[in-house]
């Protein structure tokens, strides 16, 4: 039984260099692309959003001297460079992929389209989408809520280090404890930092849930699509 038939995976740039500060880790490249292998043989249609930080961040660059616009830029052709790992890495593990950019890149990759992305998407092709909104001042989250929603998704998957949505850090406050559900009203009053305000406001107005789950636990995506409870749901 699949539960969710497209969805939106955002993947952070931090999690591809694995225990290193940066870069790009084969060893988690080829885990990520086993697990999303796992459900598009049960015929879901997968698109990625997927950060820049194991490369360069924007906005981290501005706080060091770089002009936020050229930082930002150079942000957004790190995701494409990630976008391209995670193509090779797929295609090794027989999926067929596809980059789109949001800026013009041929032939690096196609420019995106969401038409263009939905006809790749129900030929059975993994929709890769790189650049972030191709603007700068906006995440990779906004990103991906933006391109869930263009694209129809069913939910937008935020796939972290943490199993789910906790009342504070669980990695710096074990007694945390952890929310199997939400409401986006409950979400933003209890001001829990899930998405960035401008992709949480997206996904509120345009009624696409958000599942925050642990992208590095083997098997949980083809847990969430067979629809065990998993992380934890905004809705």
């Known amino acids: 039984m699949i539960k969710y038939q497209r969805i939106l995976l955002k993947l952070s740039g931090e999690s591809l260099a694995g225990n290193s500060d940066y ?68 295609e090794n593990a027989g999926i067929k992929a596809k980059v789109l950019t949001s800026v013009r890149m041929e032939p690096v990759g196609a420019y995106y389209s969401s038409s263009k992305a939905i006809e790749y998407l129900e030929s059975g092709t993994t929709v890769i989408i790189a650049g972030g909104t191709g603007n700068p001042f906006f995440t990779t989250d906004s990103a991906a809520a933006l391109r869930g929603i263009e694209l129809k998704a069913d939910i937008l998957l935020k796939g972290t280090r943490v199993d789910g949505v906790y009342t504070d850090d669980p990695e710096k406050h074990p007694e945390a404890t952890k929310y199997s559900s939400l409401s986006f009203d409950e979400a933003y009053t209890k001001g829990l930092k899930i998405m960035d305000l401008t992709a949480f406001t997206l996904c509120r107005e345009n009624s696409l849930p958000i599942l925050v789950f642990d992208m590095n636990t083997p098997g949980n995506l083809k847990k969430i699509i067979s629809g065990s409870a998993t992380g934890t749901i905004i809705k």
């Open 23 to 90: 870069g790009i880790s084969p060893d988690v490249l080829s885990r990520y692309s086993s697990d999303i292998a796992s459900i598009t043989e049960m015929g879901v249609q997968v698109a990625i959003v997927i950060g820049g930080g194991n490369i360069f961040r924007g906005i981290s660059g501005a706080n060091r001297g770089f002009d936020r616009i050229k930082g930002d830029n150079m942000g957004m052709l790190a995701t494409v460079i990630n976008s391209l790992a995670i193509q090779s890495a797929m």
